[in-house]
């Protein structure tokens, strides 16, 4: 009975995210195993994970969560529970107070290093306002704020970053990959950017967001979206 109750919230939970989640309407498979999930990364540097396919008691509980509408442990739980155990990472919290806890978690976890951020009320970089950051080492911990505008980031609102269904959000991202500039782009960038100094790609979180900047213009995101997509779609097939 269980066993049945967590696969109906599974199905539950991939009619969801198909009816809003942008990958699902590219192509790309959520259900990769993690020996798929190797070759993806091996191929293309890139590798989607979902969580209740890795995490089963998350199948059981995301209905809960959906219905409670309230913030719970597995907000905080969830960015902890990357399976690839990775050492560097760009982790958002829901608020700035929370930041310590999560801190300790990764420090416990031995996370090389990891910025944790929080900007205009969302747990990501966004250009709605200045940004919380917590940069976490074995070392200890040192907080700082960004001003998105400092890199040539234009504020914008709520309704410039909304979306809609998953081909709607699908055609923004394609669009944001293709050069397309906006509040969307910026916000790929901001996040893209400190990723890369999360993982020491580059020296500063400026300089990861001014490489994001050159490479979304680029349009080489797009090619390499497409060619991921294609590929993670022939491994999905192979299963």
């Given at each position: ?37 190797c ?52 982790i ?34 966004t ?56 509040a ?15 993982c ?37 097939v192979?299963?």
């Amino acid at each position: 009975m269980a066993a049945d109750l967590c696969q109906a919230a599974y199905v539950a939970l991939l009619m969801f995210w198909r009816m809003r989640h942008p990958l699902l309407a590219l192509g790309v498979s959520v259900e990769l195993g993690p020996e798929s999930i190797c070759k993806c990364l091996d191929a293309h540097n890139i590798g989607f994970m979902f969580a209740p396919r890795y995490h089963p008691a998350m199948k059981a509980v995301s209905p809960v969560r959906r219905a409670l509408r309230i913030r719970t442990a597995f907000n905080l739980l969830g960015p902890l529970l990357n399976p690839a155990r990775p050492p560097f990472g760009l982790i958002g919290i829901y608020s700035p107070s929370i930041a310590p806890l999560m801190a300790a978690a990764l420090q416990g976890l031995g996370t090389r290093r990891a910025l944790v951020v929080h900007s205009g009320g969302l747990d990501e970089l966004t250009p709605l306002a200045d940004a919380d950051v917590l940069e976490v080492t074995p070392a200890g911990t040192r907080s700082f704020k960004v001003e998105p505008q400092r890199m040539g980031i234009q504020r914008c609102t709520v309704e410039d970053l909304k979306g809609g269904d998953a081909a709607l959000n699908a055609c923004i991202l394609r669009d944001a990959f293709a050069g397309k500039k906006g509040a969307v782009a910026d916000a790929l960038c901001l996040n893209a950017g400190f990723a890369l100094a999360a993982c020491q790609v580059t020296d500063t979180p400026e300089d990861g967001v001014a490489l994001a900047q050159e490479t979304q213009a680029s349009r080489i995101s797009k090619k390499a979206l497409k060619q991921s997509t294609v590929y993670v779609h022939a491994v999905a097939v192979q299963m």
